[in-house]
């Protein structure tokens, strides 16, 4: 092995048993972690990831076996140890797990748990492994607390999970981890949960700590945008196989696995073309029990020469990056062009100034009163949104991003009538009329609701599951205004939908778990579709999705639009994924709307501040040596039963001034005409991000 | 709090009263049997002196205003003394074996049940399971009867009753109190086996599902050894459900005592509230169910004060008030 | 995750992860056996509940044999048990029982006995088994103090003992269902006020409570209002359980993405109810109650043993452990015990059967 190595995985093969079902997991899986590098795993869910970072630590659990391979490791005295060879508790292979490598999880809040102090747990891990006293633990518990950034880490030692934010938490688990000066980190997706700006400064603070503690990391991920912002190198898997390994700039610049190129194609971000479909990876990743003969991402491979993919399992290339590929054999092209996202049609030609108002949202605000104690006397209003107002006109889609807990699912669920503002009106577009669609009887209510549909994030909880599809999607035609009588015209009704989502309708008489999530949710969108609306609000449909089926939705979405004429307001967390979608953005913080705008005016050059700290923090699938380091967000968003007066904002506003403390701002008009509510929107200059190239440089 | 006292008080009150018959009727059942015959106006001196012929609601607001003010539970109608003379010893033998009880289960079951739950599917397991099952399904005083019938048939004993027949009325004293120990244990095994199976099938249930959350990874990612990750996290997670259903169990041994008592003749409050109930004497039987109900609502507080102790959640919602 | 590319709808899903939890379906199975037993008691049953012998008082279980010798020794195949020859020891006052090898009761399935009315419809005379000629008794478990079959006596309290817990959880469960969704539809105060009903009521010990009530049953009242008294008494704390069930069920289901949906598809209360919520809470209710069903069979049992539930000449288990109460007839007539088996299967079964609904209730759980 290297010098350079900490560790160097080769050939190796793991196993679950489930109900006497032998599922391999990892299939001849080979990389190494380089002392003191970054190394990234990255893949779709079901590739193995995690499960390669526990067979490293030997925590996979009783019903898994290691089939082959070696994990060898330089001890710190420069001796190789082989870890499969170790029994799971012995002595050697818990010296190293938590000592020499540590490990940090995603849920913060379910991976510490909720009985013990975070002091208490970080202390823990260094007491098994060194002899210290309690209070020698401590002090060392305190500095790194403080090197992590924990504000005032004296107090928080003493703080249970549930007391702390999520980046709090975060900080205090990798503060655990760092406790015993570990040669190896291993991170499994430990920014997927946080917010944006949450992540960005996680991720800053992981490249800080690495340098200080002079440690290796492996990082476990499925976002590319994270890959480019961290790795050193990166190892993509698929279904348990390494298919590329190589240095992160090659990976990008110049991937060879037509799986890698796929997936940097797939990834939704930002190219300042709105009419756009992004290229999708047919198909979803097969389950551990189809895994296919040969190649195993022939069955989704574009190039796919089946006497050849699906015959052999291709051999390793060495080049640039080391890829499981027949490369020039099955006709791969040796250049990566990046496939940029691609104009749909060139009949979309927008006039937007012309188009009617669709739906209209006047000074809508929506409070929940949370009344607790024993005879529930106390009252706590809990302000979800405050005062929103918008417009969106017809053909058009507006983007709505927040971060979580900012009023945005709240905001969609107001619209969309399934409850009730407490201030304010919505207006709908009606055969030419704008008509109140906001506290109505429910019988008004259902007539409203076959113009202006709802597509759900979660693909299994928002189908009912004792429903064949042909019923889920034919309810709203069997039902209050938009019903068909004739059930023949019915069954033709809901055949023409489901064809136009893109499902089989021969296959309408199953049961909703008969599908995969992507099919779920464009079995979800055929419900929406049925009753022909004019407006649909999609709350998060895709984040519940994996990147390549990602694209699939978000190009029927795009598809439907332009040939339906629909309507959309779309809410999502993920700034990447609304740019792709959106012509105008609104921008949410704690209740209100801060900025809203044409989608490229927001991102290139913001007005608010809290929307150029969220460009900021939004990475992109693209490698660019030498990333200007921008200023991180820090803070968390306020408890929404107990805003601060003045700005929401001004508390984490590196611009906020005496007013900003104590007036609240109001959406208004700068000077060039853009609406923000912000007190000094007319004397800052802020930085939005630049549109990624269709064509990445070499 | 108050308002279940107060609704007790009712209850245990109102479910004696309000039946149709009282004790009178009785005396008077009894003493036709006898060829007695009673007159109309005979019947109603009776009521009378018992202070049965007033209103049920004067009748419970007399009983409560003397318990409040005199602490007077009223008068034994079939025993012809004061009802605390009667209960005053019987029901501190119930709380006393209810509480062994409850240590007896907690003692044997929560090691079982996380034997079982770690060796899932061992043979220990097996047999907590089997254990389990028989708990589960053999009512209580079916197991006491069968416990007697063993004693008897091959120790040539009868193992009924608390104490020894010199000590039933014997003054306390330490020999009185090793002979009750002595004679605990069988009424213990009786009520406490339906419990132990439960609380078995408890905990084995919650700590598998704790087993696989994310905290047990990351305390073996520690390097923990599997003994005591296993029970300085999951164990105490899976005590938490546990613990909240701490009261049901208690009401269920309290409740389960009385009919034990009856089977194995035991001098506690279960014998003497069957009888009280059959001869309608109604300040007896009331204050009786009165007090059980008391003694499980104490239980109920006492798992409230145990979870606020076990879980920091619920003590940082009680120091915001939000409990009481 | 792997798909299922079938098109099993949901029931046959529960139905398939049902069959493969062993125990629960040995339940299920048992359960109907029961049932069926008690649906037919008086034909399964060799004789009836009340004739007895008095010569055959506290008669040990006879075994079944299968071989009778001739007078050539040869052995013929007859099913048959040997009658007693009984002495009286006149000093204790006991009497012995010892098997006369000459007294050959010959057995015989679909054999006439004693008269009865099935389901009050049809005068019958068979029975599935017993003694060949129609004066011959048989006492496969034994007798009683009164010289009657308990066996026959145990299938015959069968009946009772399993429809009382039946009808006792179908009255919990209106009740239930009914205070429960009054608590769940109006919600504020009221629920607030039901839920701290259902805490106290909880919080009472049952045992004090149901002998409290039922010692109001005056022992003259006819057998069947006893029977429906009783059930109602267990109702009372029956129904709290049960409705807490029903109301959680209710609330966590009405946050559903799914029951959203429904609504914005612009369906009605009522249907939505019907079509979305109720069959999926269904067989989680279905699995609740099968596990309440024991709980009723033992308070019955409970309270008859105690002699203030349900009384002679009704029979039910518990009635026939009555016999068993003290120590000097269990020690004369072990057998009496036989009964509690009953009962031991039956909670058992109903108990695995519950526990196997629970477990194939959600599919989509792992």
């Not at chain 1, 991102?603 to 921008?630: D, G, I």
């Not at chain 2, 005396?27 to 202070?51: C, K």
Request: proline share 5%; hydrophobic share 40%.
């Amino acid at each position: 092995m290297r010098t350079d190595l900490l560790m160097s995985v080769q050939g190796l093969s793991v196993s679950f048993w489930e109900e006497k079902r032998r599922l391999q997991a990892l299939k001849d899986v080979s990389f190494d972690i380089p002392k003191s590098k970054t190394v990234c795993l990255v893949g779709e869910s079901g590739c193995g990831k995690s499960v390669t970072a526990r067979t490293l630590l030997g925590i996979t659990g009783a019903n898994s076996t290691i089939d082959e391979g070696t994990i060898h490791y330089s001890d710190p005295k420069g001796t190789l140890v082989d870890i499969v060879g170790l029994k799971p508790d012995s002595k050697v292979l818990r010296r190293l797990r938590g000592n020499d490598a540590t490990m940090i999880f995603q849920e913060p809040m379910t991976a510490l748990s909720s009985f013990y102090t975070i002091g208490n747990q970080i202390v823990e891990a260094l007491r098994q492994h060194e002899r210290v006293t309690k209070n020698q633990a401590r002090a060392r518990a305190i500095e790194v607390l403080e090197a992590v950034g924990m504000p005032d880490p004296q107090a928080q030692m003493e703080s249970y999970t549930f007391e702390l934010s999520g980046g709090q938490r975060q900080r205090a688990m990798i503060a655990m981890a760092l406790m015993t000066n570990p040669r190896l980190l291993i991170a499994d997706e430990p920014t997927t949960a946080l917010d944006v700006t949450t992540q960005a400064v996680i991720l800053d603070l992981m490249r800080t700590i690495q340098k200080k503690f002079e440690m290796s990391i492996l990082f476990i991920t499925h976002d590319l945008g994270v890959v480019s912002e961290i790795a050193d190198e990166v190892v993509v898997m698929y279904l348990g196989e390494v298919v590329e390994s190589g240095p992160v700039e090659q990976i990008f610049s110049k991937p060879r696995h037509p799986y890698t190129r796929a997936l940097i194609s797939a990834a939704p971000h930002y190219a300042g073309n709105q009419e756009s479909r992004l290229p999708v990876i047919p198909g979803i990743v097969p389950s551990l029990l189809e895994r296919p003969t040969g190649c195993a991402f022939s069955t989704r491979c574009q190039h796919n020469k089946s006497e050849l993919c699906n015959i052999d399992r291709p051999p390793i290339n060495l080049g640039s990056t080391n890829v499981r590929c027949f490369l020039g054999r099955a006709g791969v092209p040796e250049e990566f062009k990046k496939e940029g996202v691609t104009t749909a049609s060139d009949e979309g030609e927008k006039t937007e100034s012309l188009a009617n108002v669709a739906l209209q949202v006047e000074s809508v605000s929506r409070q929940f009163v949370k009344r607790t104690g024993l005879i529930r006397r106390k009252e706590k209003t809990i302000r979800a949104v405050t005062e929103v107002s918008l417009e969106i006109k017809e053909g058009e889609t507006l983007g709505l991003v927040g971060e979580s807990g900012c009023g945005k699912t709240t905001l969609g669920q107001t619209i969309a009538g399934s409850i009730d503002p407490s201030d304010g009106k919505i207006r709908l577009a009606i055969e030419g009329q704008m008509r109140e669609i906001s506290n109505l009887s429910e019988q008004e209510r259902r007539n409203a609701w076959q113009h202006i549909r709802f597509v759900f994030q979660d693909p299994f909880a928002s189908l009912n599951p004792r429903m064949t599809v042909f019923e889920i999607v034919s309810e709203s035609l069997r039902n209050g205004p938009s019903r068909i009588e004739d059930r023949r015209l019915r069954q033709q009704r809901v055949y023409e939908v489901l064809e136009r989502v893109g499902l089989d309708p021969a296959q309408s008489d199953r049961y909703p778990h008969a599908f995969s999530g992507g099919q779920r949710q464009r079995i979800g969108i055929a419900r929406a579709l049925a009753p022909k609306p004019k407006i649909v609000i999609a709350d998060e449909p895709v984040s519940a999705l994996d990147v390549s089926v990602q694209a699939q939705i978000l190009n029927l979405f795009q598809d439907l639009q332009r040939d339906l004429g629909l309507t959309y307001l779309f809410v999502s967390h993920d700034l990447n994924v609304v740019s792709n979608i959106s012509d105008r953005v609104a921008v949410m913080y704690a209740g209100r709307i801060v900025e809203i705008a044409p989608t490229d005016e927001i991102y290139s050059s913001p007005r608010h501040p809290y929307t150029a700290a969220l460009l900021s923090a939004v990475l992109t699938p693209e490698y660019t040596p030498n990333k200007s380091r921008r200023e991180p967000l820090q803070g968390h968003p306020p408890n929404p039963a107990n805003l601060p007066p003045g700005c929401s904002f001004a508390p984490r506003c590196s611009f906020a001034s005496s007013n900003c403390q104590q007036n609240s701002p109001t959406l208004e008009c700068d000077d060039e005409g853009r609406l923000v509510a912000c007190h000094r929107k007319n004397e800052l200059t802020l930085s939005g991000i630049t549109r990624v190239s269709g064509n990445a440089v070499a | 709090m108050m308002i279940t006292v107060f609704v007790i008080t009712v209850v245990s009150f109102f479910i004696i009263i309000l039946p149709p018959g009282d004790f009178v009727d009785r005396i008077v059942l009894e003493a036709n049997q006898y060829g007695e015959v009673f007159e109309e106006h005979e019947i109603a001196d009776l009521r009378r002196m018992y202070g049965l012929d007033q209103s049920a609601l004067e009748q419970y607001l007399i009983w409560m205003g003397n318990i409040l003010f005199r602490g007077d539970f009223g008068y034994s109608f079939g025993w012809d003394v004061p009802v605390s003379e009667l209960i005053s010893q019987r029901l501190g033998l119930t709380t006393t074996l209810s509480v062994v009880t409850l240590m007896f289960i907690w003692i044997v079951a929560i090691p079982i049940g996380i034997y079982s739950a770690v060796r899932k599917y061992s043979l220990g397991d097996y047999a907590a399971t089997f254990v389990g099952f028989v708990g589960l399904a053999v009512p209580n005083f079916l197991l006491a009867l069968v416990l007697l019938y063993i004693s008897f048939r091959y120790f040539g004993q009868s193992v009924g009753g608390l104490f020894s027949p010199e000590y039933i009325n014997a003054p306390w004293s330490f020999d009185k109190f090793l002979d009750l120990l002595s004679h605990l244990w069988i009424p213990t095994i009786v009520l406490g086996t339906a419990g132990t199976a439960e609380v078995i099938r408890k905990i084995r249930a919650n700590l598998l599902d704790e087993l696989h959350r994310p905290y047990v990874l990351t305390a073996r990612a520690k390097g923990l050894t599997e003994l005591n990750l296993v029970i300085k996290y999951p164990v105490r997670h899976s005590l938490n459900p546990f613990v909240s259903d701490l009261n049901d169990l208690f009401v269920k041994i309290i409740s389960g005592e009385t009919i034990v008592a009856v089977v194995l003749g035991l001098q506690t409050t279960g014998p003497l509230l069957l009888q009280a109930l059959k001869e309608e004497d109604l300040y007896l039987a009331s204050s009786l169910i009165m007090f059980l109900s008391f003694l499980a609502v104490l239980g109920t507080l006492f798992s409230d004060l145990c979870l606020m102790l076990l879980d920091p959640r619920i003590r940082r919602q009680a120091r915001e008030g939000e409990m009481m | 995750m792997s798909f299922a590319a079938d098109n099993a709808n949901y029931g046959t899903l529960i139905w398939r992860r049902f069959r493969r939890h062993r125990l629960g379906f040995l339940g299920f199975l048992f359960t109907i056996f029961i049932y069926l037993v008690a649906a037919f008691t008086e034909f399964l049953a060799p004789h009836s509940q009340s004739t007895y012998k008095a010569r055959d008082v506290y008669a040990p279980p006879q075994s079944i044999r299968f071989f009778v010798k001739d007078r050539s020794r040869q052995e013929t195949f007859r099913l048959h048990v040997l009658g007693y020859r009984s002495k009286v020891d006149y000093d204790s006052g006991k009497r012995t029982f010892v098997e006369d090898p000459r007294k050959i009761i010959q057995l015989g399935f679909w054999v006439r006995g004693d008269k009865y009315e099935l389901w009050g419809l049809f005068d019958y005379d068979r029975h599935l088994f017993g003694p060949i000629k129609k004066s011959d008794r048989v006492y496969f478990f034994g007798a009683d103090r009164l010289g009657r079959d308990v066996l026959s006596r145990t299938i015959h309290a069968t009946r009772v003992s399993m429809t009382i817990g039946l009808v006792g959880v179908a009255l919990s469960l209106i009740l239930g269902i009914m205070i429960g969704g009054i608590s769940g539809f109006f919600g504020g105060f009221i629920d607030l006020g039901i839920q701290r009903m259902i805490e106290i009521l909880q919080s009472i010990p049952s045992i004090p409570l149901w002998i409290g009530l039922a010692a109001a049953i005056p022992p003259t009242a006819p057998p069947i209002q006893t029977y429906f008294l009783i059930t109602i008494i267990l109702s009372i704390i029956g129904w709290t359980g049960l409705a807490r069930v029903v109301r959680g069920r209710f609330m966590a289901l009405k946050n559903e993405d799914f029951i959203k949906a429904a609504r914005l598809d612009g369906n009605r209360p009522l249907r939505i109810i019907f079509k979305y919520m109720l069959p999926n809470f269904l067989s989680h209710i279905i699995a609740v109650v099968t596990l309440a069903i024991p709980g009723m069979i033992i308070a019955e049992t409970s309270l008859s043993f105690l002699g203030i539930g349900l009384r002679q000449p009704v029979v039910s288990w518990g009635v026939l452990l009555q016999e068993a109460q003290n120590l000097k007839s269990i020690s004369t007539a072990p057998w009496l015990f036989l009964p509690g088996f009953a009962v031991v299967l039956a909670v058992l079964s109903l108990n695995f059967l519950g526990d196997g609904l629970r477990d194939a209730g959600d599919p989509y759980e792992n």
